[in-house]
């Protein structure tokens, strides 16, 4: 077999290596087989250069920017989150939107995904505004390239990330109107990513949901809203088991629980008809205590993205594969 012929060969297992790994480290609460995705996928870059297949090595770049990105968002820089950019601007080169609709579509949901993560990191609000604001339309203008028809799940994970561009922007404007489109937004979600199919990105979806009507509770005072986020984010915790997805559970499981608590028994709207009982008194403020974790859980929560899938249909790859890895790429 000739050079010419065998690395790109090379270059697809080291792709296919490094996309069985990325799946594993999604489920597992290290960082170990991340790294060695991010590796694996730089490895098949080497052998699948961009002059040779150009779509190809636009496929890679992008699955090494959902590795970075999985990484950056397990570790508290940015360093990694940077290199996603980079990664994902890479491929967004050759998967043009006239050329490749649908990897387009995927690489730059994604993009925009990591950008908003990047805002959230910062101290200061204008990065992140700026990419909430950005990301909305571009997950807009991907929604028409990856529709429900075409690609149901593809759909779901877009309009999830569209909910979490809304959320954000809409916390910091005093009307309602953005923050109600992002409730509508993850409910569209909940249509395609079942938990039948989709069991813990259906988690994530319900738990979202549960703080953008929270949100909205808070927006205009209803206590309707504040009951359908406790039902949402319970039922989020079916599934965020320590068990079944250790990951999800160490960032939420410990969280929601004593918000729930907080939030029993109808104790906001005790407050609010002492209040009314009592004008000259003043409103009764929220304990400090539960404004301490108001502020730890949104900065665990309104960061997170779904990442879309990598490039390559390999949704449950067997352990095989791992260990056949090395052997593949020699």
């Known amino acids: 077999m000739g050079a010419r012929t065998r690395a790109p060969r090379l270059g697809k297992s080291a792709n296919r290596y490094g996309t ?24 098949a870059l080497k052998e699948g250069t961009r002059d040779r297949l150009p779509l190809d090595w636009a496929a890679t770049q992008s699955n090494l ?19 996603a950019v980079v990664a994902f601007r890479a491929a967004l080169e050759e998967q043009t939107r006239k050329r490749a609709p649908l990897d387009w579509a995927r690489t730059q949901s994604n993009l925009d995904a990591t950008l908003l993560t990047l805002g ?21 203008a991907a929604l ?4 429900r028809e ?10 999830y990330n569209l909910g979490i561009a809304l959320m954000v922007l809409g916390e910091r404007e005093s009307g309602t109107a953005l923050l109600e489109e992002a409730v509508a937004t993850f409910r569209a979600t909940l249509q395609e990513a079942t938990r039948e199919r989709v069991p813990l990105d259906w988690a994530k979806a319900q738990n979202n949901l ?30 965020w088991t320590e068990e079944r997805a250790p990951l999800g559970w160490a960032k939420h499981g410990k969280i929601w629980p004593k918000r729930l608590r907080i939030w029993a028994g109808a104790r ?4 609010r008809q002492w209040s009314a009982q009592h004008p000259d008194h003043g409103p009764v403020k929220t304990p ?43």
């Open 268 to 271: 906001a709207g005790r407050r």
């Open 20 to 43: 069985a790994l990325l799946e594993l480290g999604k489920r597992e609460a290290g960082t170990e087989r991340l790294q060695e995705a991010a590796a694996a996928y730089r490895a």
């Open 210 to 239: 549960g703080v953008a009507l929270e949100l909205l509770s808070k927006r205009d005072g209803g206590t309707d809203q504040l009951q359908e986020a406790v039902a949402a984010c319970r039922a989020a915790l079916q599934e």
């Open 120 to 140: 959230w990191r910062e101290t200061g609000t204008a990065r992140l505004n700026e990419a909430a604001a950005a990301s909305g339309a571009a997950y807009r």
């Open 288 to 330: 400090r205590a539960g404004n301490a974790l108001e502020t730890r859980f949104r900065t665990r929560n309104l960061g997170t993205v779904w990442p879309l899938p990598v490039q390559g249909d390999f949704r449950d790859i067997p352990q095989k594969v791992i260990a056949r890895g090395a052997d593949g790429l020699r």
């Open 150 to 159: 075409r690609l149901p799940l593809g759909w779901a994970q877009t309009q």
């Open 65 to 83: 920017g959902n590795a970075l990105s999985a990484l950056g968002e397990r570790e508290s820089g940015t360093e990694r989150l940077e290199q």
């Open 144 to 147: 028409e390239e990856r529709t």
